[in-house]
């Protein structure tokens, strides 16, 4: 019997070609797919760029500027926003409640806690001076005391502000030196009440009358003096005494940064004659 010799595994040319060219397909599909894949990855990344330039950057928001300023400057903040009347309107104001008067102490009250009270100097020439930015200025300093003969109050209330409300609170002496206390709603500039300062006695009328003799310039060219050194608002202007130095206008102003700079203004020349910024 005769065998059929064993056949050896080989492929026809024609097997060997299809699975070459199944190779190379194979091949060049994977590349496509590369490619397409690469293509969609430049894609996204595009688009993220792209969607980044069009959506703003978020930010942070920062906190009120507010939170930086001291308790004093966020209350001198608090009153100034709700005054609505000028410095130089108040003064105008108060003298013309007071025939012949002179305005020798002008306050907003509720700036500081040692103007909270109506002002009632003794005599002694150290002013102070508290910031309420308005454009108004409120002295302190102005003698006090108990009168005697004085003349019944001029004026009576003609307006009731409200009890959260800002006061300007005015002092106007009259030629013999008697002080009346003016207080003016500083939102609406009505009168609130007028009335002679019973805590007066001649001494003190004598001292008022000597050192308003003395002053040569008003409490408005004072406080022009001063907003010319600093910007501001004037919150006090007050006559007093230059420790024997003749007699000043203590004139407070209240800056951008809610800081209160006193400034003491030779009532004779307006000259600067001291300075000093709180930082509180």
Sequence with gaps: MRLDPRRKNRLSPRSRNLKV???????AAAALLLTACGQSSDSA?????????????????????????????????????ATEVTFDDAATTAVGEVAGGKLVDLDLEGVDD????????????????????????????????????????????????????????????EK???????????????????RVDEDQ???????????????T??????????TEKKKGTVTSVSLDDNDGNGVIWSVDVVGSDWKKTTFDVDAKNDTIVREETDND
């Design 201 to 215: 006695d001649d001494q003190d009328k004598q001292q008022t009358a000597r050192w308003l003799s003395e002053a």
């Design 176 to 194: 013999d030196g008697t002080v009346h206390t003016v207080r003016i709603n500083a939102v609406d500039g009505k009168v609130i009440d007028a």
């Design 114 to 173: 040692d103007r909270d009270e109506s002002p009632s100097p003794t005599g002694t020439g150290s002013p102070t001076g508290s910031p309420s930015p308005t454009d108004a200025a409120s002295p302190t300093g102005s003698p006090t005391g108990s009168p005697t003969g004085s003349p019944t109050a001029t004026g009576s209330p003609t307006a009731s502000p409200g009890a959260e409300g800002p006061v300007w609170v005015a002092e106007v002496a």
């Design 21 to 27: 060219t199944g190779a190379a397909a194979c091949v």
């Design 45 to 81: 990344t595009s688009a993220a760029t792209e969607a980044a330039k069009v959506l703003p950057q978020k930010t942070t928001a920062s906190p009120s500027a507010t939170a930086d300023l001291t308790e004093a400057q966020q209350e001198r903040k608090r009153v100034l926003d």
């Design 217 to 226: 310039q008003t409490p408005e060219q004072a406080a022009k003096v001063a």
